[in-house]
């Protein structure tokens, strides 16, 4: 075994659900994912800290269920380097901007 040091370890992490895309939003409420249509969250937050320069001490990874679920919301656990982390059902199209600075806020980076 050999201890790692990642580029992310000092600000932190955004979790999101990828349960709630692919599964959970389709089967419950179809009107939702239509509206969603093919935009994927953590693709979209990985982008734009990338596009920001931020990307790699923040990373936005996807998880299998956190089991907390709230109907047409995704499940984001920000999970800084030090503290506890915030976890919130979002949803993915018209919360995005408020997410990413929450993010920021939170993690730096």
């Not at 939702?32 to 990307?55: P, Q, S, V, Y």
Request: charged share 30%; proline share 6%; hydrophobic share 40%.
């Amino acid at each position: 075994m050999q201890s790692i040091k990642p580029k992310w370890i000092e600000s932190g992490l955004v979790l999101v659900c990828e349960r709630c895309f692919k599964e959970r939003i389709p089967d419950e409420d179809p009107a939702t994912a239509a509206r969603i249509g093919d935009f994927h969250l953590r693709n979209w937050l990985k982008d734009r800290l990338k596009a920001e320069g931020r990307w790699g001490p923040i990373r936005a990874i996807s998880t299998s269920c956190m089991d907390v679920c709230a109907r047409a919301r995704v499940t984001v656990c920000i999970q800084p380097a030090e503290g506890d982390p915030i976890v919130m059902a979002v949803d993915p199209v018209a919360d995005r901007d408020e997410l990413y600075r929450a993010i920021v806020e939170r993690l730096g980076g």
